[in-house]
């Protein structure tokens, strides 16, 4: 029987498997007239839906009935992948104990179970992922590590429970930003608190900007106050701004206030010799003119 989802039967399995209709699935099993890991338009197969829907059961009996536990959609995706994406924990559990290989990657991004688990922030599967084998130190195709995918998405208690495993929290994506970079950006203050206790620097990524100047250029004042009590640099970065530079030029005066306070020259020029006064007169933000009008 053709493996290609051709008849409705083919559909009918499916959709008992997005249901968990146990009845239904055996069935239509028991007919004859499907082959159990037939897959939709998207390369989809029964499992991957029963998975991707909590239906522990379903799965147990798909499995049963001969679906490859390990089988791929055309982008590499498995059933378990599916499961940790949408936080199905016992799922995850019965996938692994049905044989499951935690370390499978998706083709052109490099997604394993893990890394969906810590990019959702489903912190109990990565636990159980790693508990059965899942590789630590794998990274997407960019360089994005578990704790870094974690963070870009505020999730500071799976944070927390990879780097206690080890996870580096150093580590940078391929453009050389960092974790505490992406979660400044994102203005996760919880995050960036959490990363600052465990001493992670703000350093340029390849583009020469700090996680500072992109909170900074973000509004993100929280995260521009934890970061600023770590004494960092206010002067003329690599991307030939300074931080003060992007207060004035996205009109948030209550960072611009800040950056003073800390010790931001107003008097600094950027790369194309402007000050940050003079950014302030060309976007008319009068308020931000008149405090950098005051500072001597």
């Not at 360089?143 to 996870?167: D, K, M, P, W, Y």
Request: hydrophobic residues 40%; proline residues 2%.
């Amino acid at each position: 029987m053709s493996r290609k989802m051709e008849t409705s039967w083919d559909a009918r399995l499916h959709k008992a498997a997005k249901e968990g209709d146990l009845y239904k699935l055996q069935e239509i099993l028991d007919s004859g007239r499907v082959f159990v890991d037939c897959v939709d338009q998207s390369g989809i197969k029964p499992l991957m839906w029963a998975a991707g829907n909590g239906h522990e059961a379903a799965c147990v009996l798909l499995i049963d009935e001969g679906a490859q536990v390990n089988a791929m959609k055309p982008d590499g995706a498995t059933a378990l992948m599916f499961a940790s994406q949408n936080g199905h924990g016992k799922v995850v559990e019965t996938l692994l104990k049905e044989g499951s290989d935690p370390n499978l990657k998706t083709k052109s991004i490099g997604g394993t179970a893990l890394l969906i688990a810590a990019q959702s922030g489903h912190t109990q599967i990565c636990k159980t992922l790693l508990d059965n084998g899942a590789n630590l130190y794998d990274c997407l195709a960019d360089g994005a590590n578990a704790i870094f995918l974690s963070a870009q998405n505020g999730h500071v208690e799976t944070i927390i429970e990879l780097a206690n495993r080890g996870c580096p929290i150093e580590k940078t994506r391929n453009d050389g930003t960092n974790a505490l970079w992406v979660s400044c950006q994102m203005g996760h203050e919880e995050v960036v608190n959490e990363l600052l206790k465990r001493n992670i620097k703000d350093v340029e990524r390849n583009d020469g900007a700090t996680g500072l100047f992109k909170a900074t250029q973000k509004g993100n004042e929280a995260v521009v106050k934890l970061l600023l009590d770590r004494n960092p640099n206010l002067f003329l970065l690599n991307n030939g701004e300074s931080v003060l530079h992007a207060a004035a030029l996205f009109g948030h005066l209550n960072i611009a206030k800040l950056l003073i306070e800390a010790g931001a020259n107003p008097q600094t020029k950027n790369k194309h010799g402007e000050t940050p006064l003079a950014l302030a007169q060309y976007m008319n933000y009068d308020q931000i003119i008149n405090l950098l009008r005051k500072v001597k």
